[in-house]
């Protein structure tokens, strides 16, 4: 999975900076290829990636975008700009700045492709309590299977606990 950015906002392209490379693993396009270079941290292309993004929308090349998902996109960046801040690697972040790094980027690629559907199938990682334990576990899935995941545990929440009625213990 890559994030895509809109260069110039009018042509598509792809960059290596998958959320795997950000929970530490490679993207694909990188495991095929065996390369002789050092091997590019992911933290700076996301750096380089996030300030060609900046720089586009400073030159206000905001084609296909309103005012307010610009605005949401600066908002975003900030944050990232915040995280990645005096890091030189991703091994600096810890897993909670990671999780909060790769919901930011899904964010802003949300933002840049546009539509309640890019936002539905934006991936999304949280951190939850396993039951019974206090171990934390790291879940990554779309926004709306976290959606569906939430409804579910409302849904059980809210039915009666107490069993009555005919069929009943």
């Given at each position: 999975?890559?994030?895509?950015?809109a260069?110039?906002?009018?042509?598509?392209?792809?960059?290596p900076?998958?959320?795997?490379?950000?929970?530490?693993?490679?993207?694909?396009?990188?495991q095929?290829?065996p390369?002789?270079?050092?091997?590019?941290?992911g933290?700076?292309l996301?750096?380089?990636?996030q300030?060609?993004?900046?720089?586009?929308?400073?030159?206000?090349?905001?084609?296909?975008?309103?005012v307010?998902?610009?605005?949401?996109?600066r908002?975003?960046?900030?944050?990232?700009f915040?995280?990645?801040?005096?890091?030189?690697?991703?091994?600096?972040?810890?897993?909670?700045?990671?999780?909060?790094?790769e919901?930011?980027?899904?964010?802003?690629?949300?933002?840049?492709?546009?539509g309640?559907?890019?936002?539905?199938?934006?991936?999304?990682?949280?951190?939850?309590?396993?039951?019974?334990?206090?171990?934390?576990?790291?879940?990554c899935g779309?926004?709306?299977?976290?959606?569906?995941?939430r409804?579910?545990?409302?849904?059980?929440?809210?039915?009666?606990k107490?069993?009555?009625?005919?069929?009943?213990?």
């Amino acid at each position: 999975m890559a994030v895509v950015l809109a260069v110039g906002l009018t042509a598509l392209v792809s960059y290596p900076v998958a959320a795997a490379q950000v929970a530490g693993g490679q993207a694909p396009s990188e495991q095929a290829e065996p390369s002789t270079e050092p091997e590019a941290d992911g933290l700076e292309l996301i750096r380089e990636q996030q300030l060609e993004l900046k720089a586009t929308l400073d030159a206000g090349e905001t084609e296909g975008l309103s005012v307010r998902e610009v605005n949401r996109i600066r908002k975003e960046q900030a944050g990232v700009f915040a995280l990645i801040d005096g890091k030189a690697t991703l091994a600096d972040m810890s897993i909670n700045e990671k999780v909060e790094l790769e919901n930011a980027l899904e964010r802003i690629n949300a933002y840049v492709k546009g539509g309640r559907a890019g936002r539905d199938e934006q991936d999304v990682c949280w951190r939850e309590r396993m039951s019974g334990t206090s171990r934390m576990v790291t879940r990554c899935g779309t926004e709306k299977e976290r959606d569906q995941a939430r409804e579910g545990a409302r849904d059980f929440l809210q039915r009666p606990k107490i069993c009555s009625g005919p069929g009943c213990g």
